[in-house]
């Protein structure tokens, strides 16, 4: 069954430092997959998403992510945290055949002045 | 931009009661998803309804749950009696196709008492 690992339940970063949250996935066959952000008391908001066209996906709010096969990951890059960032952040694999997403347990990023 | 519609925002129901949540999801989208979360813990599948029946279904969604799309807009998901445990927040979402993503409302909060 797929799944998806995500390390560090919790990330802190100053506000102007790199963001990294870290996704891995469990796959056989290639995945589709997805990061979306929850802002608190809010619903699940697509951030981007790889579906086997370019390897590095860029998104909303200046995000990014890469999808490495060889290490089957797939982590969200920001350069520059802003304070607007904090929220939880969560990963997903799909795919094809409408199977559902499966989610990670998600992060929460926290971004200090 | 198109969006996912969830009624009510928060309901308090007491143990044993029937509840119906509901959701409007994106006219043109062709299938359906119910996810759960637990206060601070992982968003987790409940059922997936395609072309008027379910395609695929966890484990949490035992009898006590049921889905239905009564008028070809709206899609429900009822809990027959509720348990304490059933408290969380429960998203709708809906798709075209899964390598677009989900898109999610912004919730019902069920509270069990």
């Known amino acids: 069954a797929q799944s998806v690992t995500q390390l560090g339940s919790h990330v802190s970063v100053s506000e102007g430092a790199l963001v990294l949250l870290r996704c891995n996935y469990s796959?056989?066959?290639?995945?589709?997959l997805f990061w979306y952000v929850q802002y608190p008391n809010q619903g699940l908001q697509l951030l981007l998403k790889?579906?086997?066209?370019?390897?590095l996906v860029k998104g909303i709010n200046g995000f990014e992510a890469e999808f490495k096969k060889s290490e089957t990951s797939f982590h969200l890059t920001k350069p520059s945290a802003h304070m607007s960032d904090a929220a939880e952040y969560f990963c997903?694999?799909?795919?094809?055949?409408?199977?559902?997403?499966?989610f990670g347990k998600g992060t929460r990023l926290s971004v200090i002045a | 931009e198109p969006e996912v519609t969830q009624t009510p925002s928060h309901q308090v129901t007491q143990m044993g009661q029937e509840v119906i949540l509901r959701c409007v999801p994106i006219?043109?989208?062709?299938?359906f998803y119910w996810y759960r979360q637990i206060l601070g813990q992982k968003v987790e599948f409940l059922v997936s309804?395609?072309?008027?029946?379910?395609?695929?279904k966890s484990e949490i969604f035992d009898d006590q749950f049921s889905v239905e799309r009564p008028d070809g807009s709206n899609f429900t998901l009822k809990i027959r009696s509720t348990k304490l445990e059933d408290s969380a927040m429960y998203f709708c979402?809906?798709?075209?196709?899964?390598?677009?993503?989900?898109?999610f409302g912004s919730g019902t909060r069920l509270t069990v008492v």
């Open positions: 790889y579906t086997s066209a370019a390897t």
């Open positions: 006219s043109n989208h062709l299938y």
């Open positions: 309804f395609y072309n008027n029946e379910i395609s695929e």
């Open positions: 979402a809906s798709s075209d196709r899964v390598e677009d993503g989900y898109t």
């Open positions: 796959s056989s066959v290639p995945p589709y």
């Open positions: 997903a694999v799909g795919y094809s055949g409408n199977t559902p997403l499966v």
